[in-house]
């Protein structure tokens, strides 16, 4: 349930933190005791307050998926603007984005009102999308003979205004979970249904503009151009529309409990953190954190893996029309291909976590991507019909390889999970920034426009297509298997101990192997 989530302070334990207390309590706790929680807890939410819910979240990831997947391609391709301008913006947003995530956080925390310091905080990120995201797909008002600077500022405070909103409505959805579910299993169900819609509306971005650019009044129907802006702004109405109503259904069907009143996850983590410690407290403090070293190369593990995700996401429109010279329509076919099979790898996680182990689950995500790269670099215009193969693995690659990030990073927090949120945070931060910064630079490096048939961003793709998410991938890999090697000196001092009989080391062997960022080196015990 954790693909598409970003984190901050309020929502981290919302989508991560509990399900990781469900596991101990379904793992350790008797039956008994699970019959006595469930009249601790508060009745379950009803159908309509679940189905409310459920929507809350719609309008965030139908933008999701025009910002990452067509911002780049609208500003060069349509607009016309300068490759390092596109980066640019893209930069800033993805800093705004990083800043944002923490800081609203700690807001919601802080503030509260009479109507619910979350369904207060949703409401504002509502209204900050809405107000800003139709501006980005959109021409410039009076910036006719503006200059550069006047453009960034323009597009520039657009985009912050919707990645303040776009926190504000994705921490304050996710802090909701665990106020509202009334029972364990209602937690792990309103994440499955959030994540779902997720999907569709990945697939709604993409059908949407499919039909655009369908039945789009330019007469080129090939390539874009300027004539195609109009069906840029559409999606953004569209998008923009279809989304403040699910908002508006959210806001009237979920009701959220006042303050001191205690959901499941509240006491799911109060009752389990004294389970696993035996009574005793488990605290890690902030700076405690930058003393491990598993902290380190879990961070640079998960930011190749993001990087490894978005990069294809943002580059992939533009390698099929100018590497591939395919029609403009294939900017919505194949991004849906590519997420039909995200989730279909998503469903192959658990089955190869079983059999060879999370390390080996990562790696072989990343030999997808890698082939997948090389099947990009190599792809030739007369085939193009073939690079659905390449879009296959690596849809399905990519999804294996996020999914066994995040588990690895719940596996480093642990019982720790009163710090959890920084460690998500940090994560998160570093994701965006390094996403940043790597499409930033892209943009800096493309070659200048050129009107011969070998134009040189044409072969540009396709390196960009091959060299970042591939290379990204080895080094994500090698990061693991880095997490595996030091996880195997808790092996050498497990066998080493003389009280420990043969079949507990074998034990514990394995759970190493299958889960090495579960075993904490410096402490010297397993979490």
Same mark, same amino acid.
């Given at each position: 349930?954790?693909?598409?989530? @970003?984190? !901050?302070? /309020?929502?981290?334990?919302?989508?991560?933190?509990?399900?990781?207390?469900?596991?101990?309590?379904?793992?350790?706790?008797?039956?008994?005791?699970?019959?006595?929680?469930?009249?601790?807890?508060?009745?379950?939410?009803?159908?309509?307050?679940?189905?409310?819910?459920?929507?809350?979240?719609?309008?965030?990831?139908?933008?999701?998926?025009?910002?990452?997947?067509?911002?780049?391609?609208?500003?060069?391709?349509?607009?016309?603007?300068?490759?390092?301008?596109?980066?640019?913006?893209?930069?800033?947003?993805?800093?705004?984005?990083?800043?944002?995530?923490?800081?609203?956080?700690? $807001?919601?925390?802080?503030?509260?009102?009479? *109507?619910?310091?979350?369904?207060?905080? %949703?409401?504002?990120?509502?209204?900050?999308?809405?107000?800003?995201? &139709?501006?980005?797909?959109?021409?410039?008002?009076?910036? =006719?003979?503006?200059?550069?600077?006047?453009?960034?500022?323009?597009?520039?405070?657009?985009?912050?205004?919707?990645?303040?909103?776009?926190?504000?409505?994705?921490?304050?959805?996710?802090?909701?979970?665990?106020?509202?579910? &009334?029972?364990? +299993?209602?937690?792990?169900?309103?994440?499955?249904?959030?994540?779902?819609?997720?999907?569709?509306?990945?697939?709604?971005?993409?059908?949407?503009?499919?039909?655009?650019?369908?039945?789009?009044?330019?007469?080129?129907?090939?390539?874009?151009?300027?004539?195609?802006?109009?069906?840029?702004?559409?999606?953004?109405?569209?998008?923009?529309?279809?989304?403040?109503?699910?908002?508006?259904?959210?806001?009237?069907?979920?009701?959220?409990?006042?303050? &001191?009143?205690?959901?499941?996850?509240?006491?799911? @983590?109060?009752?389990?953190?004294?389970?696993?410690?035996?009574?005793?407290? %488990?605290?890690?403090?902030?700076?405690?954190?930058?003393?491990?070293?598993?902290?380190?190369?879990?961070?640079?593990?998960?930011?190749?893996? #993001?990087?490894?995700?978005?990069?294809?996401?943002?580059? $992939?429109?533009?390698?099929?029309? @100018? /590497?591939?010279?395919?029609?403009?329509?294939?900017?919505?076919?194949?991004? $849906?291909?590519?997420?039909?099979? /995200?989730?279909?790898?998503?469903?192959?996680?658990? *089955?190869?976590?079983?059999?060879?182990?999370?390390?080996?689950?990562?790696?072989?995500?990343?030999?997808?991507?890698?082939?997948?790269?090389?099947?990009?670099?190599?792809?030739?215009?007369?085939?193009? *019909?073939?690079?659905?193969?390449?879009?296959?693995?690596?849809?399905?690659?990519?999804?294996?390889?996020?999914?066994?990030?995040?588990?690895?990073?719940?596996?480093?927090?642990?019982?720790?999970?009163?710090?959890?949120?920084?460690?998500?945070?940090?994560?998160?931060?570093?994701?965006?920034?390094?996403?940043?910064?790597?499409?930033?630079?892209?943009?800096?490096?493309?070659? @200048?426009?050129?009107?011969?048939? /070998?134009?040189?961003?044409?072969?540009?793709?396709?390196?960009?297509?091959?060299?970042?998410?591939?290379?990204?991938?080895?080094? !994500?890999?090698?990061?693991?298997?880095?997490?595996?090697?030091?996880?195997?000196?808790?092996?050498?001092?497990?066998?080493?101990?003389?009280? $420990?009989?043969?079949?507990? #080391?074998?034990?514990? +062997?394995? =759970?190493?192997?299958?889960?090495?960022?579960?075993?904490?080196?410096?402490?010297?015990?397993?979490?």
């Amino acid at each position: 349930s954790g693909i598409n989530a @970003e984190y !901050g302070s /309020s929502g981290i334990n919302a989508e991560y933190g509990d399900i990781q207390v469900l596991y101990i309590f379904n793992r350790l706790l008797p039956q008994s005791s699970m019959m006595m929680f469930d009249r601790i807890v508060k009745s379950p939410p009803g159908i309509a307050a679940e189905f409310g819910f459920s929507v809350g979240h719609i309008l965030n990831d139908l933008c999701s998926s025009c910002w990452f997947t067509y911002l780049i391609i609208y500003l060069t391709d349509v607009k016309k603007e300068s490759k390092n301008f596109a980066g640019i913006l893209m930069l800033i947003g993805q800093f705004a984005d990083g800043l944002a995530t923490p800081l609203v956080g700690i $807001l919601i925390d802080k503030i509260n009102c009479g *109507y619910g310091r979350r369904k207060t905080w %949703h409401a504002i990120g509502t209204i900050c999308v809405a107000m800003s995201f &139709g501006f980005i797909f959109n021409q410039c008002i009076g910036c =006719e003979t503006a200059t550069t600077t006047v453009h960034r500022a323009y597009y520039g405070s657009f985009i912050v205004l919707f990645q303040f909103g776009w926190a504000s409505t994705q921490i304050s959805h996710l802090s909701l979970i665990p106020v509202i579910a &009334g029972s364990p +299993e209602k937690i792990i169900f309103l994440n499955s249904v959030r994540s779902g819609l997720t999907f569709v509306c990945g697939i709604t971005v993409y059908l949407i503009m499919w039909l655009l650019l369908h039945f789009s009044a330019s007469t080129d129907m090939d390539h874009l151009g300027p004539a195609d802006a109009g069906s840029f702004a559409n999606l953004s109405y569209i998008v923009i529309s279809i989304g403040a109503c699910f908002s508006f259904v959210f806001h009237f069907l979920v009701r959220e409990p006042r303050e &001191g009143e205690k959901g499941a996850a509240t006491v799911m @983590e109060e009752e389990g953190r004294h389970l696993v410690s035996g009574g005793q407290k %488990h605290t890690r403090r902030i700076t405690d954190w930058f003393k491990i070293k598993k902290f380190y190369m879990v961070a640079v593990m998960y930011m190749f893996t #993001r990087i490894t995700v978005n990069v294809p996401q943002v580059y $992939l429109p533009l390698y099929l029309t @100018e /590497s591939l010279k395919l029609p403009k329509e294939s900017i919505a076919y194949y991004p $849906l291909m590519m997420l039909v099979c /995200s989730v279909a790898g998503s469903f192959m996680c658990r *089955y190869l976590v079983n059999c060879i182990g999370k390390t080996a689950t990562y790696c072989s995500g990343a030999i997808l991507v890698i082939a997948s790269a090389f099947w990009f670099q190599f792809q030739t215009v007369t085939l193009h *019909y073939t690079t659905y193969g390449a879009t296959i693995l690596i849809g399905c690659g990519g999804s294996i390889m996020l999914i066994m990030s995040l588990s690895m990073t719940a596996d480093l927090i642990g019982v720790h999970s009163d710090t959890g949120a920084f460690v998500y945070g940090a994560m998160s931060f570093l994701d965006k920034i390094s996403n940043g910064l790597t499409i930033a630079a892209i943009q800096n490096f493309h070659p @200048e426009q050129c009107n011969s048939v /070998s134009c040189a961003s044409a072969a540009y793709y396709r390196y960009i297509m091959f060299l970042v998410p591939g290379g990204a991938a080895v080094c !994500g890999a090698v990061s693991t298997l880095i997490i595996l090697a030091g996880a195997y000196k808790c092996i050498s001092r497990t066998s080493s101990h003389p009280t $420990l009989n043969f079949g507990y #080391r074998s034990m514990v +062997e394995r =759970e190493v192997i299958s889960n090495p960022t579960s075993y904490d080196s410096n402490d010297g015990d397993k979490i």
